[in-house]
């Protein structure tokens, strides 16, 4: 078995009062959740929480269970989609809650990935940075179609308007793919804070410095800060050694 470092930080930023992100590292490596909630102040940070907490609990308790893979995670992700909709009907102020998500799980000697909403995973390899997940947004779709350029697309007003998100009822599957993960690679997990500010370039520039998940994890959130911190901002990465 490959040994795996990982580190996960989050920052409130220099905008936000209030830290909507959430995210869980498993202490041996099994799994990793990064979550960004919206919604209002309490809205946004109560659904990442249960979606995170919701997504361990389900993972830690059919880890070893006869479950796929992926039927494990597609369940895990639906679990927490369904808790966010009860606390929303338990907690009318919190009705327009909901949550991305996005999750890779080490399991039965392949990985596997799912995401919903635009927290993205990316994937450092032989010093090339790949965005391995496809944002759930109108402009990535509108983007995908070519009926805009991606200069167009970084400006857009509608960037941020989400096609699906946990807490939803009619989310009834997930997007899963096994992840292809290789001896020296190296996963970045993040909220959008980090994206909207940081360019996949200055992302790539960060990795490659050859620092340890720690430092590389710090000088991620201080250049999203420096490029104006207008979100929360969270990181979760992990090396393959």
């Not at 929303?88 to 999750?103: F, I, L």
């Not at 944002?135 to 989400?162: C, I």
């Not at 590389?216 to 999203?224: C, N, V």
Request: negative net charge; aromatic residues 6%; proline residues 2%.
């Amino acid at each position: 078995m490959m040994n795996r470092r990982f580190t996960g930080l989050t920052d409130t930023g220099l905008v936000r009062s209030v830290n909507q992100d959430n995210f869980y590292t498993d202490p041996e490596g099994r799994f990793f959740i990064v979550a960004d909630g919206m919604g209002g102040h309490a809205g946004g940070e109560e659904a990442s929480k249960i979606a995170t907490k919701r997504i361990q609990a389900y993972l830690e308790k059919y880890w070893d269970s006869q479950k796929s893979s992926d039927s494990l995670l597609e369940a895990a992700l639906l679990e927490a989609n369904q808790g966010i909709i009860e606390d929303q009907e338990s907690h009318p102020e919190r009705a327009e809650m909901g949550t991305t998500v996005v999750v890779v799980i080490f399991r039965e000697n392949q990985p596997w990935r799912a995401h919903v909403g635009d927290s993205r995973l990316y994937r450092l390899r032989n010093d090339q940075l790949e965005q391995v997940t496809e944002d759930h947004t109108w402009v990535a779709r509108a983007l995908k179609r070519g009926d805009m350029t991606p200069e167009e697309a970084k400006v857009n007003h509608y960037r941020h308007v989400l096609l699906q998100c946990l807490g939803r009822k009619e989310i009834n599957t997930v997007e899963i793919f096994p992840l292809e993960v290789n001896s020296g690679d190296m996963l970045l997990l993040c909220s959008d804070g980090l994206t909207e500010e940081v360019s996949d370039e200055l992302i790539q520039e960060l990795f490659e410095s050859k620092k340890s998940c720690e430092e590389i994890g710090t000088h991620l959130i201080e250049a999203a800060k420096e490029g104006g911190g207008s979100d929360n901002i969270t990181v979760v990465i992990v090396a393959q050694d």
